[in-house]
């Protein structure tokens, strides 16, 4: 006999159509149907579009609009309810220290962020807490761990401070240690040549580079005064590129500048980490962003950045100038992701001021934060969307997010990941 299960238990009851005991110790337990197939319906799916009312169902994780393998084992009633993809925090670095970490992770999975990419992490100090990461009941991380940079360029002058903290005892004495481990000094195309298979070697995800205030690089490459306020030399990020695609690794480009995204965009990046301009009002070139476009670049917000700024005489200009740029991305149809790069939050903070900002439609908003930011995060994965054949990830929500979208993630009923129940 089929098991019925209503929304209502799942979210209550902790799955009690099922035989087995759910383990109530663990703040994330999931109900496991990996070996059944469940089918699910009256709930409205989204299609990328609008919402549509579907019977689904869910076997060996993934997600299918019909059932011809074998008789149904359970069925659960969605009663109406909206299902979206899970969210994503495009940007952060938060996830690879222990001090509060079950506090990170279970922040993301309540607010039913799935997937997070972290623009730098040191291997070293990461790789004891991969245990979380990457399996059905936790959140899924994609990493380019030491990001390139320049001699005193960013992050080295972080590294430094952090090392005179202590946060890399007994794993690191100086800072010339921390190098291929927190950052890689890249000056010229010999130091590219010659610690390319290093970089390779520490397994990154993708490559991340730092372009800081280039149009400034010849001022600032040799000056003490710009210690950790500088980044790769312009005439070497394309030969970055090109190196990482012919290592199937996509380029993600920190820019803090109009003229460092110029450079970016024309190297042939796949993604920019921040959208330039914040500290200092400068707008983006049209040029720019029209060949973004063309090529495909995703742009990660991060513009809630900005709010440490607030006490600044500046800070509405600041917050205009934010404003359009991200209007000349949105009219050119720039693909936008949400990242917060928000050390003590996540992409949360980060949705919420782009909201505030009342320049995306609901719809936008909700691609942003789910399609578009999984898919800069994990470009290779059947995930973002909720089609056939793809992971049965997903949030169930009692509104619909097309029609009122504030407070998106406190609507959220049940979430299920890799086709496990999270409760």
């Not at 991305?329 to 939050?345: K, R």
């Amino acid at each position: 006999m089929k098991k019925l299960c209503t929304l209502v238990l799942i979210v209550f009851l902790g799955f009690s159509c099922n035989s087995q005991k759910a383990n109530t110790t663990a703040y994330y337990v999931r109900k496991n149907f990996d070996s059944q197939v469940v089918k699910l319906t009256g709930g409205n799916w989204f299609n990328g579009k609008t919402f549509e009312k579907k019977t689904i169902w869910l076997r060996d994780g993934l997600i299918y609009f019909s059932n011809t393998k074998k008789e149904v084992d359970t069925i659960v009633d969605l009663s109406n309810k909206y299902v979206i993809p899970p969210f994503a925090e495009a940007h952060n670095h938060n996830l690879e220290s222990k001090h509060e970490l079950d506090k990170r992770i279970k922040s993301y999975l309540n607010n039913g962020i799935f997937y997070v990419k972290l623009l730098s992490s040191i291997k070293k100090r990461i790789d004891p807490l991969m245990h979380h990461y990457n399996k059905p009941d936790g959140i899924d991380v994609s990493m380019a761990h030491a990001p390139l940079t320049a001699n005193g360029g960013h992050p080295i002058r972080l590294r430094k401070k952090h090392l005179g903290y202590g946060y890399f005892r007994g794993l690191f004495n100086t800072i010339e240690e921390i190098e291929f481990h927190g950052y890689v000094k890249i000056n010229k195309q010999e130091d590219l040549d010659h610690k390319w298979n290093k970089i390779l070697s520490f397994s990154p995800d993708f490559i991340k580079l730092n372009l800081l205030y280039s149009e400034e690089y010849e001022k600032r490459k040799n000056d003490t005064l710009y210690f950790g306020r500088k980044g790769l030399n312009p005439k070497l990020v394309p030969e970055i590129v090109k190196k990482a695609h012919a290592n199937n690794l996509r380029v993600s480009a920190h820019v803090e500048t109009a003229y460092d995204f110029h450079i970016a965009i024309n190297a042939g990046v796949d993604e920019i980490a921040h959208l330039p301009e914040i500290s200092n009002g400068q707008l983006i070139n049209k040029e720019d962003v029209i060949l973004a476009k063309e090529r495909g670049v995703t742009i990660v917000t991060t513009v809630s950045l900005i709010l440490k700024r607030q006490k600044k005489l500046n800070y509405k200009d600041l917050v205009k100038n934010i404003a359009s740029n991200l209007r000349l991305l949105q009219q050119e149809g720039v693909t936008l992701a949400i990242g917060s790069d928000q050390y003590n939050g996540n992409s949360v903070g980060e949705f919420q001021f782009l909201y505030e900002l009342n320049i995306f439609s609901n719809h936008e908003l909700l691609k942003m934060w789910t399609e578009n930011a999984t898919k800069t995060i994990f470009p290779n994965r059947k995930v973002g969307e909720l089609k056939e054949g793809y992971e049965a990830s997903f949030l169930v929500l009692d509104k619909n997010p097309l029609k009122d979208i504030s407070n998106i993630n406190k609507s959220i009923v049940t979430r299920v990941k890799q086709g496990s129940f999270l409760k």
